[in-house]
Every structure is written in structure tokens, then in C-alpha cells.
């Protein structure tokens, strides 16, 4: 979990100085929600008797190892990352940029957000 913080720190450090401000807030935000995302699906793999993953269990399968989640959740860090770094790289128009952002922030924060509703905290260890 330490190891995925450490993207959030290192991209709103400015570890992509020539991208633009907004680029660097948007990149932070996408991350900072896939490490939350990922502390509530490493509770999905720790309760596999309350819990089962649904929307990426075609890839790490309904009750998913600790060692599978964080594969998955450190391959989608990276593969964001790199995504974004290839259109402002490349001089993709700001809206492309944007939009990519918008949307994959949207995505994240409402997995997030689902999870919350079921029960799914940060390390929390209770009973749904």
C-alpha cells in the first residue's frame, strides 16, 4: 500500500514538471482514488467470506489473493500514468487530455464510492 502512495507523492511532486498544472492535479487525483480503491479491494481479498469482486473478477477472479490485487491495482497506476504521459508527451489537445482524465476519474471515484456503500472501508477489519 506504501509502494502505491508513493506514485500519488511523486506525481503531485511535480515528477511530471513539463506537464500542465492541471495535467499533475488530475494525475493525483486519478491515483490517489486507484490506492483507495485498492484498500477496499485488499479487504475484498482478506474477507472472502463477506465479500467477492465483481467488476475486475474476470481478471483476478470473485475472491482475488492480496498478491493479485496489488498486481492489478499497481498495473492500472502505471498503465494511467503512462497513458497520460503519452498525450501530453505528444501534444494531444487539452480537451483529449481532459477528457481522458474526466473520465477515468469518474470511473475510479465511483468504484470508490460503491464500495463505501457496501461496506468497504480503508484497512477496516469490522463486519459489513
Not at 474476470?58 to 490485487?69: K, L, M, Q
Not at 470508490?112 to 477496516?124: A, E, P, T
Request: hydrophobic share 45%.
Amino acid at each position: 500500500m506504501k509502494r502505491m502512495g508513493l506514485a500519488v507523492l511523486v506525481t503531485a511532486l511535480g515528477g511530471c514538471a513539463s506537464w500542465s498544472p492541471e495535467t499533475r492535479i488530475e494525475e493525483a487525483a486519478y491515483q490517489a482514488l486507484n490506492v483507495a480503491d485498492y484498500a477496499q479491494t485488499r479487504e475484498v481479498a482478506r474477507r472472502a467470506d463477506c465479500y467477492h469482486e465483481v467488476d475486475s473478477a474476470w481478471i483476478v477472479g470473485a475472491h482475488p489473493s492480496e498478491r493479485s490485487t496489488t498486481a492489478l491495482f499497481a498495473a492500472q497506476a502505471a498503465l494511467h500514468l503512462g497513458v497520460t504521459a503519452i498525450l501530453e508527451d505528444r501534444g494531444a489537445p487539452p480537451w483529449a487530455v481532459r477528457l481522458w482524465q474526466a473520465a477515468t476519474i469518474g470511473l475510479e471515484g465511483r468504484e470508490v464510492y460503491r464500495n463505501w456503500q457496501i461496506g468497504l472501508r480503508f484497512g477496516s477489519t469490522a463486519a459489513p
